[in-house]
């Protein structure tokens, strides 16, 4: 099965497999739209494809793309019914391997031309821009997108899933954090110089290109989306600067990001499960220009408490891009896995116990990576563990992780203006701090009379005992086991 | 009669019977429903003193039991000319 190259293979593909469902009925931009989402999302349903929007004739919704397993094996091109951690092992396969360059496709051959608004024909609010949850500050325009930027000086571009809200017809406000590539680039040279910032933002894009979008990877995303599809992303020239955008994506919105006017952003439904950053003066996009193709399908991320793609996916992406750097750095690392009901907040890291300190070796590392501000635990456990099986992490982490030892704080480090538990003044400066759980037996104990036993089935009988008991579980007269 | 709504951290910034500035957004039905804009305007709680109505949310989005009716006394530009 190929990776679906757009949105709309991939709805058809979702659809196809009973992991997407067609609401045929009118839903309404305000409120209804976002409360669907938000169900489908709790309930781990089918994504909503909402075909009729009220006020908005020719455009549709499409919905929690990517918070399954499921649906992101079928973004991977695989059986919907591979699971973790085999979808992971692809992503690891495919992200080491060759790099695919893009390619820049002839402008008459770019679906997103289709239709062209300029001038006093802009309007965003010709676009059917949801209201997400109530209570939120705007409708957000960018909640499943790419922002695309360019970097000044380096040239090299990047895709960044940065939330946007529509303040008015021709404004957007947004969430760039400082750490972040593009608030990278403001603060370090647009800002200072006053100069504003070219970007367009791309909605409705094929799985790959958004996976891409909001993955912590080191690789430029238009070449990441390739490597991840097996085939070079299809991009075309912006109509009014020199960016390159996806050709296939549903809705690109051309403009500048001005460092000189400030509007007010939030408060928003995060991935946190919260409203939780407050209301400010963040980044603000003016549009110029919009594209779109005929039937335009608007995506929704609606972020709230688990599950949702915020969770789900960058759990996924932040826990192998964090095993991918331990590993080249020649950490004895088993796996790493983040739970996306942690809210990508905990890492789980597998490890062989070989020498000392290895648990703080691999915080220290965790969090002095780009990847740290995004998480503030970190769990590692032994490679007898199995990291995908929370029962076994929490035995491990209640049995063996030493109250006073085994528990490592890290003060003011990066954090985000997100995190619930946060104070008011580390919201407002991202100000976090850290904790590692060592829930490894100590190397200096004695193995044979210091380390406890496990008891369980697996541990304390011999092979053949085991073998026997399985081999007649039904004639002991239990049901089969799933 | 135009519906409007604003986010505050606190009712208090809501003096009555003054010039205040504000960023509101409009409630009124349509397509650019929840759009804002940045005016000045007079408040009170007397809600029959001015036509206009004025709903309030604070700071997390949670909706405030306070009503004002409101006069809009004209648009500010924050907009820098050269975006214009
Ligand atoms: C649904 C969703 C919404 C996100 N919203 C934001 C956001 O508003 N601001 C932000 O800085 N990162 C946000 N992220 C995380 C970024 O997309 C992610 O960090 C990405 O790697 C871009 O960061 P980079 O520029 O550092 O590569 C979001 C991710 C997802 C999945």
Redesign the interface.
Known sequence: MAAPRSNREFVEACIAAGDAVRIKQEVDW?NEAGAIVRRACELAAPAPFMEKIK??PGFSYFGAPLSTYRRMAIALGLDPATRLPEIGKEYLKRTNGEVIAPVVIDRKDAPCKENVLRGADVDL??LPVP?V???????YVGTWHAVVTRHPVRGDVNWGMYRQM????R?MSGAVFPFSDLGKALNDYYLPRGESCPFATAIGLSPLAAMAACAPSPIPEPELVGMLAGEPARLVKCETNDLEVPADAEIILEG?I?P?????EG?FGEYTGY??S??DFRVTF?VNCITYRNNATMTISNMGVPQDEGQLLRSFSLGLELEKLLKSQGIPVTGVYMHPRSTHHMMIVGVKPTYSGVAQQIGQLAFGSKLGPWFHMVMVVDDQTDIYNWDEVYHAFCTRCHPENGIHIYRNSPGTPLYPFATPQERKYSIGSKVVFDCLWPTDWDKINDVPTLVSFKNVYPQHIQDKVLANWAAYGYPPVK | MNQWEVFVNDVKELAEDRELELTLRTLNPGIHKFTYQRVKCQLSSDLAKHVDQLQVRLGRGQLSPSRFSIRVLGEVQRLPAKYL
């Open positions: 305000e006020d908005y609010c010709r209201l949850h109530d209570g939120d500050g705007g409708r529509m303040f008015d017809s404004t500048e001005c000189d006017y400030k509007v007010e408060p409203r939780t407050p209301r003016r």
